[in-house]
């Protein structure tokens, strides 16, 4: 049987806190694979600041050695907006188990996503932990101990919160803008 976690995303940019839950989530000995996805296009958002197509790049820079984490193109090579529930459906046809990793600043919002009831019925959520928030018991949790969102780190780039793999080339496109 084929367990997949599914994090997706926007990573507009990646951060260490992104890495930390990727590599909390390698500690689970049930999955098999890491599925990280990029969105094109948050369904929450209305634009994003670097595009999907570099988003995609850096990520797959930053994991291009790991062999339990895979970054697809699913979601940026659509070109639209794409709801989770279609990213869950599309690797069912590949795994047996999906697991949709969310952080814990989403739950307040979790029932606001498109086909929810559906999509709690296809997949395991994990929690990853943040800013205190409190999860119920029902969940998965993965601890991750990295204070830090993507929209701060736009507002004030700092290079020691980027992977170092990417980090010259997401100071340069931040810097610019």
């Given at each position: 049987?084929?367990k ?10 990646p ?18 694979k ?10 929450f958002?209305?634009?994003s ?14 994991f ?21 529930i ?6 069912l ?33 994990i ?7 409190e ?9 991750v101990?990295?204070d ?30």
């Amino acid at each position: 049987m084929k367990k997949v976690a599914l994090y997706g995303g926007s990573f507009d940019p990646p951060h260490i806190g992104h890495q930390a839950v990727i590599e909390a989530l390698k500690n689970l000995d049930f999955l098999d694979k890491i599925i990280v996805m990029p969105t094109f296009l948050n369904p929450f958002k209305e634009s994003s600041f670097a595009s999907a197509p570099l988003r995609l790049r850096w990520l797959r820079e930053m994991f291009l050695e790991d062999t339990r984490v895979h970054v697809s193109a699913y979601e940026s090579d659509a070109a639209r907006k794409v709801p989770a529930i279609e990213s869950v459906k599309h690797l069912l046809e590949t795994y047996d188990e999906v697991y949709l990793v969310v952080g814990a600043d989403n739950l307040a919002t979790l029932q606001e996503w498109y086909k929810y009831d559906e999509l709690k019925d296809l997949v395991t959520f994990i929690i990853a932990l943040r800013d205190d928030i409190e999860v119920p018991d029902n969940y998965l949790t993965l601890e991750v101990n990295e204070d830090i969102s993507s929209s701060s780190l736009r507002k004030n780039i700092k290079q020691d919160k980027l992977p170092k793999k990417v980090s010259q080339d997401i100071l340069k496109e931040y810097n610019e803008r």
